[in-house]
Nanobody, 126 residues
Framework: QVQLVESGGGSVQAGGSLRLSCAIS????????MGWFRQAPGKEREFVAT????????????FVKGRFTISRDNAVNTAKITVYLQMNSLKPEDTAVYYC???????????????WGQGTQVTVSS
């Protein structure tokens, strides 16, 4: 098991940018695929983006393509892994709690991930 802690959320006006970070600790020697999901008030949690262990494969939800970028830093020497979600051109409908997730399967379903962070709030005002 790994522990995930998100940071970087906050409030921003429409058109602005935020960068979310997810720090991973614990059994970081595993080759984890990483993902970002989000949940808006009154809605189901939905897939945002995912990245493979090497970073060579990335997938995005259609509604964030061209605006969000997922990346990762596998600092193997220090056993410290960080995953980022750069969010540009934010819209009010991007308002949600954003969750970081880790798993051994590169997928877009919540069931593909076995470890989850507590979430970080992103609020976009018009």
């Amino acid at each position: 098991q790994v522990q995930l802690v998100e940071s970087g959320g906050g409030s921003v006006q429409a058109g602005g940018s935020l960068r979310l970070s997810c720090a991973i600790s614990g059994r970081t020697f595993g080759r984890y695929a990483m993902g970002w999901f989000r949940q808006a008030p009154g809605k189901e949690r939905e897939f945002v983006a995912t990245i493979s262990w090497s970073g060579s494969s990335r997938y995005y939800a259609d509604f964030v393509k061209g605006r969000f970028t997922i990346s990762r830093d596998n600092a193997v020497n220090t056993a410290k892994i960080t995953v980022y979600l750069q969010m540009n051109s934010l819209k009010p409908e991007d308002t949600a709690v954003y969750y970081c997730a880790a798993g051994f399967t590169l997928g877009t379903a919540q069931t593909d991930f076995t470890s989850w962070g507590q979430g970080t709030q992103v609020t976009v005002s018009s």
